[in-house]
């Protein structure tokens, strides 16, 4: 799923730029979750330290609590990969930002074209993302992209055709096959079972006499059958 964070301290701008996303996200059929605030307060530090999948930041420069700025420096401190969008209404500070080591994708004029500026700049972010190891999903009317680092495991509903794509924020149920994805996906990912596909690089520990994966996130599972226990190895 694609988190996009959002904030602005002008509440038209902030719904502006919200019905840009949602119309570009839903018109490309993207799964997203919007994160609106109006000031980099307290909520939105949290946000950046809590661990989620993709992310797509759309920053004010200036609000009344902090500088965006300083803001995108300290999610570049812990955060090397989201994607940093800012938007201003004065082009002498582009210069300003140009200045920082912030590795951030675009900074949009509020005033000045706006609406397809952004456009644009959000089709490059998901250029970005796709760029990464990623799977895309296409699943009825809805388009999953989920970074296979991210992937616990993969597991074969017993009652319907569907299959399940565990990760580290949420699960999910998609009309594919566990054999149709398993050729979507890399070496780092291992068959335990008929129903059950694993990502090796994620396991913390293998209890062969009670067949249990353990994965480094805490979570566990109990299907590892004798078929493919000996060839088990992390």
Known sequence: MLNVIVCDDNKRDLDRVVKLVDTFMQKNKYEYKNHIYM???????KLIKTKMSF????????????????????????????????????????RVIL????????????FDNMDKRLNDVLHKAIDLVKMKRTIR???GTNTYIIDL????????????RKTTIKTDYTEYRVRKSLSTLKEML??????THRACIV????????????????????DCIDLLSDKYKKEMVI
């Open 149 to 160: 680092n991210d992937i616990l495991y993969l597991t074969k509903e017993t009652f319907d």
């Open 199 to 218: 990502n090796r690089n994620r396991i913390s520990r293998i209890d062969r006499s009670n067949r249990m994966i353990y994965f480094d996130n805490g």
């Open 186 to 191: 890399d070496d780092r990912f291992i068959q």
């Open 137 to 139: 999903i296409e699943d």
């Open 99 to 110: 200045q920082n080591d912030l590795m951030f994708l675009s900074f949009v004029n509020k």
């Open 39 to 45: 000031d980099f307060n307290d909520d939105f530090m």
């Open 55 to 94: 992310r797509i930041y759309i920053l004010d420069i200036e609000t009344p609590s902090r500088s965006g700025i300083d803001v995108a420096r300290e999610i570049r401190n812990k955060d090397l990969d989201s994607v940093i969008i800012f938007l201003t209404g004065h082009d002498e500070l582009g």
